[in-house]
Structures are given as structure tokens and as C-alpha cells.
């Protein structure tokens, strides 16, 4: 079969994909949960305004950035949704305001920081959303210290607390079910305590995707989907019910015979010990595609048929075996999408669908399909 002539390295986001998955995941939902978009590092490598605008047209409630910039991005291409910036730094307080993004308030020193800021700025009742660590140890208030919060909350009229949120470590790992039962435990233990205390009631959010998937009865008011946004469930049944947003494509540049005891690449990477035919592709790690891939760590599909890494990873190439495809050059090449999918493709260097996603380099091409 003739293969479809490429004319460089794309990566396509097929936003018919990202309407399933949005679908799929709130059919696991009662209709009065919200939905909070995560949007972070350019939706998950993919295109942040093109998943946003989408994803507004779509219902959801909210959308989720890691940084003031990348809220930015998104006020500036027209996006009103309401915007949480999980990781707000107070150098970018004066951006957050001016764009008007919502800051997660994870610790005392950042909270009496932001309450400083507006205070000089005369803000009344800005929104922010509180964040407790109930496991993860990453971000997040202790349980302790929720008397604290509130107390210096009491009186102060410059914010509003408009949710309460913390985040799931092993939600998608069943043999941690009771760590993840003792981290549900613990965040309704600090909402009983803490909402008496608030001037209104906040939304309330704890769940990841997997969470979604495994602990729905813990959904309360609204829920938080990345990964499962981009078509992966971390669970191979919920996998298969779910699309690729993103396929990255590109083409073979020169096809080559190398010869028994040839050698190919840097470092001599590989060598022949037999006659191979082998394909040079113009993508690299600058691209995203890490030296772990190397060395028949991963394959891509040509016509169908695997065709293995050999060889070291360069900059801005890689080899493959195309021994026995039928082949030419300027043929399509899928590196990811539906076969393999990122999450196979990741797995032979060991690591995750959302480092090779989020890894593709913004000097590929991203194309848009509706």
C-alpha cells in the first residue's frame, strides 16, 4: 500500500478526540459536578488555545494552568473561562491580577504574601482556592493547620475562598486504595473544620482523572482532568474507551542498505550483524524524542508495520529498521497516536505517556483538526 507523502514533522491534534474523552469522562459524573479543564504545559504538549477554546465550547467550568504565563496565553487568545493557577509565584501577582486568573494559596508564607498584595492593590473578595496536602507532599497546607488558615482569613475581606481542593498520589494504583481512602478521609476531615468558617461555601475538588475512574463517590462539587482529557486513562480498559488527542507524524527523509559490520550513528551505537535497511527521520530529541528511545527502546509504524529505533537519538534525527517494509522516502511515519500510542511508545524507555507528550518541542508543527 502507498503510503501518504509528508512533508515534514507535525503533530496533529484531532479536537474530535478531546470531545470524546470530555464526554466519556462526564458520563461518569453526576450533571451537577463541575469540570475543571488542566492546561498546563501547552495542554499537555499539545496546543493550549485550541484545547481551551474547545473545552469552553464544550461545557466545562474551569481550566487549570501551572503559571501566570500560561493563563496569559489563554485571556490573550479570548478564553473568559475562569482560570486556577495551580503554582503561583508572588513575583507574578501583578500579571495574575491584570489578566484575571485565580491563584491556588498553598501555604502560609504565600497566603500572607497574596493578602499583602491585596491589600496595597484595594482588591475586595478576589477569588482564591485553597490547597491542602493530604499525601501527595508536594503543595498544600497540613491538616494542622487549618484553625491557622482560618484564623487569619477571619476578618479579612480583600479575598474570597472559592474552593478547597488537594490532590490524589496513587489514585490509579489499587494496591494503594487505603492510602488513597486515608487521603479522602483526610480532606473531608479539613473541609468539616474549615467551611464553618468561610464566609460562603466553597466548591469543593479532589479528583484526578484516575479518580475520576476509580473513587467517583469522592466527585463533591467539581473534578480535575489532564491526562484523561488527552485519551489516557493509566488503566489499559479505561485506555481502550478513550482517544489520542495528539498524533505526532513525520516522514523518512533517505533510506539506506547498511551492509554486515556497518555501524550507525553517534558513538557507534549500532552495528550490523547482518545486511539492514534503515529509514533516517528528521525528528530528534530536540523535538522531544529523548536518547532513552534509542536502541530498540521504542518503535514507530510505517505502512503499518513496526519499525524500531537503532542506533543513538540525535538532535534533529533518528534511524529506524525498515527491513522488510515496503517503504519509500517521503513516506508518513507515525511516531505516536493510535498505534503506537504514547503511553506504548513511552513504556520501552520506561517512563510515562505524559513526559513524551508534554515533551514535543514547540519548534514542531502543531495542525489542527475539528
Do not use: W
Amino acid at each position: 500500500m502507498q503510503m501518504t507523502k509528508m512533508g515534514e514533522t507535525v503533530l496533529e491534534i484531532d479536537l474530535s478526540a478531546l470531545e470524546h474523552n470530555y464526554r466519556f469522562l462526564r458520563s461518569r459524573l453526576k450533571d451537577t459536578t463541575k469540570f475543571l479543564g488542566v492546561v498546563k504545559a501547552f495542554a499537555y504538549g499539545s496546543d493550549s488555545v485550541a484545547i481551551a477554546k474547545k473545552l469552553e465550547s464544550l461545557g466545562a467550568d474551569y481550566l487549570a494552568v501551572a503559571y501566570v504565563k500560561e493563563g496569559i496565553v489563554l485571556r490573550e487568545a479570548g478564553i473568559r473561562l475562569p482560570i486556577l493557577v495551580l503554582h503561583p509565584l508572588p513575583v507574578s501577582f501583578d500579571r495574575l491580577l491584570a489578566y484575571e486568573l485565580e491563584p491556588n494559596i498553598y501555604s502560609v508564607k504565600i497566603l500572607a504574601d497574596f493578602l499583602q498584595f491585596a491589600q496595597k492593590q484595594g482588591l475586595k473578595r478576589y477569588p482564591i482556592h485553597v490547597k491542602f496536602n493530604t499525601g501527595l507532599n508536594r503543595l498544600g497546607f497540613s491538616e494542622a493547620q487549618v484553625d491557622e488558615l482560618a484564623h487569619v482569613l477571619e476578618g479579612r475581606d480583600e479575598v474570597e475562598v472559592v474552593s478547597v481542593l488537594s490532590h490524589l498520589a496513587a489514585s490509579e494504583d489499587l494496591n494503594e486504595r487505603e492510602f488513597t481512602e486515608q487521603q479522602i478521609a483526610s480532606f473531608e476531615r479539613i473541609a468539616h473544620a474549615l467551611l464553618p468558617r468561610l464566609k460562603r461555601r466553597p466548591v469543593l475538588h479532589l479528583l484526578n482523572t484516575s479518580g475520576i475512574i476509580n473513587y467517583d463517590r469522592a466527585q463533591y462539587d467539581m473534578v480535575r482532568s489532564g491526562i484523561g482529557l488527552y485519551g489516557f486513562g493509566n488503566e489499559a480498559s479505561i485506555d481502550r474507551q478513550l482517544k489520542p488527542v495528539a498524533t505526532l507524524k513525520t516522514v523518512i527523509s533517505q533510506i539506506h542498505t547498511i551492509e554486515k559490520g556497518q555501524s550507525i550513528g553517534y558513538n557507534r551505537a549500532y552495528k550490523a550483524d547482518e545486511n539492514v535497511v534503515t529509514a533516517t527521520l528528521p525528528i530528534g530529541h530536540a523535538d522531544g524524542i529523548g536518547r532513552q528511545y534509542g536502541n530498540g527502546k521504542a518503535y514507530v509504524t510505517i505502512n503499518g508495520h513496526k519499525a524500531p529505533i537503532i542506533g543513538n537519538v540525535c538532535m534533529d534525527m533518528i534511524m529506524v529498521d525498515v527491513s522488510g517494509i515496503d517503504c519509500q522516502e517521503g513516506d508518513e511515519v507515525v511516531v505516536f497516536g493510535e498505534r503506537p500510542t504514547a503511553e506504548e511508545f513511552a513504556m520501552g524507555a520506561k517512563t510515562i505517556s505524559y513526559e513524551i507528550l508534554t515533551g514535543i518541542s514547540q519548534r514542531v508543527e502543531r495542525k489542527i483538526k475539528n
